[in-house]
Every structure is written in structure tokens, then in C-alpha cells.
């Protein structure tokens, strides 16, 4: 469904991303991980059209590079931030009307959005206003407002960050249900492996924008060359 191949980003001298090349499956969890600076959030960048880059990304056989982030959204490509993008002042209905407004292909749709707030919980918050609302809730708007543009795949930047233990259980019962019950493929970044090898299918690990590893996750967390990166964090 999503093909990179030999992606490479440089920002000055520096190479953020280094011939990058993987796939991931329709209906997958695919996980990311990698010490901090190691590229991750770049390559969601290049994913979401943000900044040009070398190499070639595909979704569904359709090449994206060049597209705008508006045009890729409507492929269906959605993302979430690793710091929660909200507006303050906006109710959390409008937040996630904004993303239907943004991603989907027929225009408009209180139905959907309704929808989506009930699938995130936040049915009965619908008309507080997102400033108010404690972190998991903003995190669980922009997961809301990613699903309301009708994403094929949704990509999350550490959605776990910040979250106390029971709050890490109800976002990954959150990711769950959006995968099995939407359909929606994942790639998730996080740090917890213990989140990765629970939710993840397929893991990949990067440091200073290089492939590390890619496999099962179970084997992955285990290989040698990731302890030693990890440990070097
Ligand atoms: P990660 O998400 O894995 O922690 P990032 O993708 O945010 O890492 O950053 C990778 C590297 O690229 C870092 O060294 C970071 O400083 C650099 N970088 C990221 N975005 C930019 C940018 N817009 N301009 C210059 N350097 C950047
Ligand atoms: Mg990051």
C-alpha cells in the first residue's frame, strides 16, 4: 500500500533521513522507533508532503512526491502530531469537523463526525472547548480530527508521550479499535517497546536516519544492534 523507496532528506549538512527503504501492508500495525533525533518525525514530514526530499514514496501504486499536504490527505494519508496541534478556543465538535473538512473526499459530513466522536469518547465533550480538556482528551481530538479525514492510513508521531499507565492502555485500545474495526492501517512512532510489540505487526528501527533493523517485533526489540543503540540514547 505504502512504498518507500531509497528515501533520503538532507537539511544542510545534515542527513535526516538516510535511503530509507520499506513497506508497509493494507490493514497492518507498522511500528517506528529509534533514539531521539533519529528521524522519525522527518520521515512522517515526507509522508505528509511537508518538504521535498530524494528517493520515491508510493501509495496505492500512485507516486506522491510533489504533492501538497492537501492532496495527500485526500489520497488518504493522515497524521497526528508529536506535540497535540489543537485550537484552544475551538469546541471539540468544530476540531474534529475541521479534519472532515480537510481529508474527505465528499465534502462535508456531520454524519461521519458524530461518528468519529463517538468512536474517540468525546460525545459528551462535544461542545467544551479544547483548551479545557486534560491531555489525554486533546490527544484523543487529534486522533479524531486525523479519522475525520477518512484516512486508508493513519500515521501517529508517539501518541503515548506524556500518558500515564492507564492512559497508555486506553490509547492502545484506541489504536486497536481503529485498526480492526475501521480497517485503518497504522505506522506508529513510539519509545515504549513494550506498546510496539503488543500493537505492532512489522518494526522498524532507525538511528541518524538509517535503518537499523526491520521484522517482527518480538525479534526486533531483541536483536543486539537495537539494544546497543538503545543503550547509547
Ligand atoms: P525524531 O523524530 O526521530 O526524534 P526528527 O525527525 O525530529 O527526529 O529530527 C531528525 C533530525 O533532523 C534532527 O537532527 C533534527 O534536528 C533535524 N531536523 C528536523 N527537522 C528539521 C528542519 N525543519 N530543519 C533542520 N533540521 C531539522
Ligand atoms: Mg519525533
New binding site residues.
Given amino acids: 500500500m505504502l512504498k518507500l523507496t531509497n528515501v533520503t532528506k538532507k537539511?544542510?549538512e545534515?542527513t535526516?533521513v538516510n535511503s530509507l527503504s520499506f513497506t508497509v501492508s493494507k490493514g497492518q500495525v507498522f511500528g517506528i522507533a529509534?533514539?531521539?533525533?533519529?528521524?522519525?518525525?522527518?520521515?512522517y514530514?515526507l509522508i505528509s508532503g511537508l518538504?521535498p526530499f530524494e528517493g520515491a514514496i508510493s501509495f496505492n501504486g500512485k507516486e506522491i512526491a510533489g504533492l501538497s499536504p492537501h492532496q495527500i490527505a485526500k489520497l488518504g494519508i493522515s497524521r497526528t502530531f508529536?506535540i497535540p496541534q489543537i485550537f484552544p478556543s475551538l469546541s471539540v465538535e468544530k476540531s474534529i469537523g475541521v479534519g472532515n473538512h480537510f481529508g474527505s473526499r465528499e465534502g462535508f459530513e456531520q454524519d461521519y463526525v458524530d461518528k468519529v466522536l463517538e468512536f474517540v469518547n468525546l460525545h459528551d465533550k462535544r461542545h467544551a472547548m479544547v483548551g479545557q480538556l486534560n491531555l489525554l482528551d486533546k490527544k484523543m481530538i487529534m486522533i479524531g480530527a486525523a479519522l475525520a479525514t477518512k484516512p486508508e492510513v493513519l500515521m501517529l508521531?508517539e501518541p503515548m508521550a506524556g500518558s500515564n499507565a492507564k492512559e497508555i492502555i486506553q490509547l492502545m485500545e484506541l489504536i486497536q479499535r481503529i485498526n480492526r474495526d475501521l480497517g485503518v492501517t497504522i505506522i506508529i512512532?513510539e519509545h515504549f517497546m513494550k506498546v510496539l510489540t503488543e500493537l505492532t505487526e512489522k518494526l522498524l528501527i532507525?538511528e541518524t536516519?538509517t535503518e537499523i533493523c526491520c521484522g517482527d517485533p518480538v525479534e526486533v526489540t531483541g536483536d543486539p544492534r537495537v539494544i546497543e543503540c538503545y543503550l547509547g540514547d
Fill in positions: 537539511f544542510g545534515l535526516a529509534g533514539p531521539n533525533g533519529a528521524g522519525k518525525s522527518t520521515l514530514n518538504y508529536q508521531d512512532i532507525i536516519g
